[in-house]
């Protein structure tokens, strides 16, 4: 009997991740009976002992004390990164609680390539097997559909993310201060917080926030924008990116952040310094006079996919 978390179903990062992939799964599973929310640091005693031959699998980073088979999905390590707020919080929970599941059932899953060079670091045991599963995209991210860059009278730049310090987004604001003939576009829940700190830059006349997308309100927006930019210092894969080029727009993005080169492949356009806003701005500006495209790959990243490689670790376990 497989028990899994659904509390992390939601509509973006871990949250859509399990919405898309507990349907799909092809091994049967019945919902894991427990309140509260997954990320919370004493999530893990809510479970302390579960029936006689159950297992659990959570689609996010939640382990609990009961001993059982368990498999976690542990999409980055950001929380351990120097930016992270309460970062020696977290620390102290992966390394008492998280690193020891991990160890003791042998097997943990994430999202990309790069996501599984760092965990296999972290967790330092030849016996874990981490199993990149990969990540889907939605159907309505394609190069062929509406574009919404006739409501615009100027080009735009697009951003989807949040203002978590790693995200960096402040290093665009300015960039954008410097650059003339372009707007940015935020699509963020955080509405009055984006709009107050392009405020803080003077670039509020020239920024637009939404939030509440769908798909493919979204996905026009991809289409008509000249480039997303993505000037996070980490990240465990970057949907935004997939996503983005997708619809055949170019990332604009750090080349130190691993797992968005690994996603763009040649078809974005890398910035050396992370925090240099003159270099930002010659990007925004080169891409404006140059508009690049990109080529699509949707195909590569299939939620089918991802849940069927969930599913057959599942079995295997």
């Known amino acids: 009997m497989i028990l899994a978390d659904t509390r992390w179903s939601g509509v973006h990062g871990i949250g859509r991740y399990a919405s898309e992939v507990l349907p799909r799964l092809s091994v049967e599973w019945t919902a894991l009976d427990v309140g509260g929310r997954p990320s919370q640091p004493q999530d893990f005693l809510r479970v302390r002992r579960v029936p006689a031959g159950a297992s659990i699998y959570s689609p996010g980073y939640n382990a609990f004390v009961a001993r059982v088979p368990q498999v976690v999905t542990i999409h980055d390590l950001i929380h351990l990164h120097a930016t992270t707020p309460r970062r020696a919080v977290y620390a102290a929970h992966y390394a008492a609680v998280l690193r020891p599941t991990v160890r003791r059932n042998g097997l943990v899953l994430t999202v990309s390539e790069t996501s599984k060079r760092v965990i296999e670091e972290w967790v330092d045991d030849d016996r874990v097997r981490v199993v990149n599963a990969g990540n889907g995209l939605s159907a309505a991210f394609r190069v062929d559909g509406p574009s919404d860059a006739t409501e615009h009278t100027r080009p735009y730049f697009l951003y989807v993310g949040n203002l978590r310090a790693h995200k960096n987004i402040d290093v665009v604001l300015t ?143």
């Open 175 to 317: 960039a954008l201060a410097q650059t003339e003939g372009c707007r940015l576009v935020i699509v963020m829940n955080d509405r009055e917080g984006a709009l107050q700190r392009a405020a803080e830059f003077g670039v509020a006349d020239r920024v637009e926030v939404r939030s509440g997308l769908t798909d493919e309100a979204l996905a026009e927006l991809y289409r008509g924008a000249v480039a997303t930019v993505l000037p996070s210092l980490v990240e465990g894969f970057g949907l935004p990116a997939a996503e983005s080029i997708a619809c055949g727009t170019p990332v604009i993005f750090w080349e130190g952040c691993e797992s968005i080169a690994e996603i763009s492949r040649g078809q974005g356009v890398p910035v050396a310094d992370p925090h240099d806003d003159l270099e930002w701005a010659r990007a925004l500006s080169t891409a404006l006079s140059v508009r690049p495209r990109a080529g699509a790959f949707a195909a590569e990243y299939s939620w089918d996919r991802t849940a069927k490689l969930v599913s057959t670790t599942l079995r295997e376990r």
